[in-house]
């Protein structure tokens, strides 16, 4: 992972750090390689992995987030469900990627409800952005699928022109959503934009 020239040495040492802890823990919780995976971005409380987990048993699913009290709640709704296909795990996404193990790649990614970051100062922590859509892209099985979903107007829409723009991603007009299961965030939301993206394989130059 590359740092800001400016960083300082004690963040440098505990992201590294934080790293080397998630390239021991992933290989331990993740199904042997090789394996193409069901991945949530930003999984909150769980409701929507842990019942598409339920509807598709054959599927390994992995759902990530940043705060210890929503992966707990999540956990618990999958212990109840005594689903043995779902794992929930504290990771940022940009690091997940990074410490991924070899032979482990995504069918399917969502994202649901990602904090759109509204100011235009902050549009760089949005994970629809050019930079981040290549490194996921090199982790995507053939014909992986990217589904998102969000109430936010303005970044659905810079959202659909990063992808319409990339290199390695389609939309797929067409594209059936493949569960529907109201999270807390879609509940709260009065409207919301979805749309799927496929991977490219022909023109991607992740593939090359």
């Known amino acids: 992972m590359q740092f800001h020239p400016g960083a300082k040495p004690e963040f440098v040492r505990h992201v590294e750090s934080r790293l080397a802890q998630l390239r021991a823990e992933l290989p331990t919780v993740l199904p042997p390689p090789p394996a193409a995976i069901t991945l949530e971005i930003g999984c909150g409380h769980g409701h929507f992995l842990t019942r598409y987990a339920a509807v598709h048993p054959e599927r390994f699913c992995l759902g990530i987030d940043i705060l210890n009290d929503r992966l707990e709640r999540a956990t618990k709704k999958r212990d109840r469900a005594d689903l043995k296909n779902l794992h929930f795990h504290k990771a940022e996404a940009v690091e997940l990627l990074e410490c991924l193990p070899n032979g482990i790649s995504f069918?399917?990614?969502?994202?649901?409800?990602?904090?759109?970051?509204?100011?235009?100062?902050?549009?760089?922590?949005?994970?629809?952005?050019p930079d981040f859509l290549t490194t996921l892209a090199e982790h995507m099985a053939p014909a992986g699928r990217f589904y998102f979903r969000t109430d936010h107007a303005e970044y659905f829409a810079a959202g659909r022109e990063v992808l319409e723009q990339h290199p390695c991603w389609r939309i797929a007009p067409d594209a059936p959503w493949p569960l529907e299961e109201a999270t807390v965030f879609q509940l709260k939301a009065p409207a919301y934009q979805s749309l799927v993206a496929v991977m490219h394989e022909r023109i991607c130059p992740c593939l090359c």
């Open 107 to 129: 069918a399917e990614v969502f994202l649901l409800f990602p904090d759109p970051w509204p100011k235009k100062r902050h549009h760089k922590n949005r994970l629809v952005r």
